[in-house]
């Protein structure tokens, strides 16, 4: 925000922070023109963290469904200490760990005890004991999520001793004296079976329970449970994915992030029920892995968009990688192509795109090594990728400086893109907060541009930089572990973040904005509901709406930043606008080299509060709103705190 003068190649839009000029003017010069806009740049993110797949994505309700955690009657399933909700970094905003068995039992506690002699998934499994009396005894999950009339499907797998009368499994909708909605299991086996589930909620709740209810003698040892709404889209939740394809990313990044350098690839393949779960490598809480590769895709196929798959190359090794994308992309015939198609899937994928690593210049990563030491396993791990995929994509784990500079001269010949992380804290001033994504993007451009001044080796190669992980991360914390509210004052940021890559379009090809859902994400869910957030309206109009062919601005309005592209195919210049000011803003508009219409087509997203968000109760606090722009006059006025998009038709 505190540059006033063009950089090279792209288009330039200056956002001043000096006095204003009595008659702002802006002038667009349509004839010269920058590296086009690469789809690329709204990509996203997704990690196994948080809420942003288990509770977001994917469509599961039960916290613990292969048991995890023991089953012992003493701790309700939250805070590892006191058994209560906890603040993340002391920010006073609580949210809920899973760090204990979510799961109660049904009776006395001493009748539920964990087998770990022949369990059904992972170390042990609940076995419930009867002693013939007329009551139940189980165990039951609370804080679910139903709403009236809406009908929810699932599983259970399990097997009863003889002497078992009875087992039903019932969903319970709170105290309002709802009748539960219950299902007999039928044919009781002394071996493990799976027992399909289908209720319909009575009412309206967030403090709804499943309950395994079991009767006579003998015990039932419980595998696993699976609870979703029966509009689920293959596992997904429904309400998501349509939020998903409204941002209409043309890439995903997964499945991290930290999470990747401790991650398996084949915990997460073979049969669902079967996948062991394991405590998240990176992160609080548990990794179900019942979203591994062929979920996620499906996924892909499901949002019609591009897998882009990071690789461990923390506690992982070449191998390891060459194996995965064998298994995604080799031949049936191939040793990993047989897995994948035993597994249910003949065809191979395909992906295009690996990141070779995650963030591995830190000490926090998992894996990390000395930096003389990780270039040689960057190419060695690339070398085994492309012996089984030659035009495999690779892009690098850089981070501007030392780490990236080593990369790019000891291992441009192993990458196409060089990845790098950007993440802003709040500043109370308005103008301050959306200047620091400008500054910071901008001087991460610029660095890349010395780079390929410096380094000789660089020579006729075009690394540019992959942007994967970028957004606000500050508090509160509301939607589970990182799940951020995000404000009108940062859907500001974003929108001149992307100005800026937009006039930087020659140095950024891909930029993956951090999470998607919940965990710093544009989206946010409920437990029966999902809502886009201030930044994802943002996401969304761009990726609709604005041009492709960057075009050269000239402006100098304090608070105000604004890049102009043709459309691909120069029928029409579209103008993005954002005003970081508490007041309107009237600007004289200039078109070097093209006529202005009288009118033009617009959107905007505008709030006179910086603090307004979006919340399931109110999902329009900040929106995309059509409207229709007068030129006759050649100005432009945009309102308070706003980001407009117009469309001139050529």
Sequence with gaps: MSHTSAFVCGAIAVLSMSAQAAADEVSIDTAKTGEPISPYIYGQFIEHLGRCIYGGIWAEMLEDRKFYFPIDGEKPGWDMHTGKKVSYEGEGVPYEILVASPWQPIGPKAAVAMDKTAPYVGEHTPVITLDGSAGARGIYHPRLGFVKGKEYTGHIVLKAAQGVTKVEAAIMCGDGGAAPSVVTLPALQEAFQ????????NADTTDGRLEIRCYGSGSVAVGTVSLMPADNVEGFRKDTLALLRELNSPIYRWPGGNFVSGYNWRDGVGERDKRPPRKNPAWTGVEHNDVGIHEYMRFCELVNTEPFVSLNTGLGDAAMAAAEVQYVVGAADTPEGKLRAADGRPEPWKAGWWAVGNEMYGDWQLGHMPLEEYVKKHNAVVDAIRQVLPEAKCVGVGSAGKWSEAMLTNCADHMDLLSEHLYWQKKDDVLKHV?????????LADTHRGYRAELGNLAGKNI?????????????NIYGELGVRYFMRDALGVAAAMHTMFRNSDIFFMANYAQTVNVIGAIKTTQTDAFLEATGQVLKLYRKEFGQIPLTVKNDIKGVDIAAAWTADRKAITLGVMNANDKDVKFALKLEGAPIAKSAQGWVIQNSDAEAYNDE?????????????DLSSGTVTVKPYSITLLRLEN
């Design 194 to 201: 799976k027992y399909p589930l289908t209720f319909t909620a």
């Design 435 to 443: 200047e620091v994504p400008v500054d910071q993007i901008q001087k």
């Design 464 to 476: 540019r930089v992959a942007l994967d992980e970028w957004n606000y991360w500050y508090g509160p």
């Design 617 to 629: 109760g109110h999902k329009d606090r900040v929106a995309i709103q059509e409207t229709a722009v």
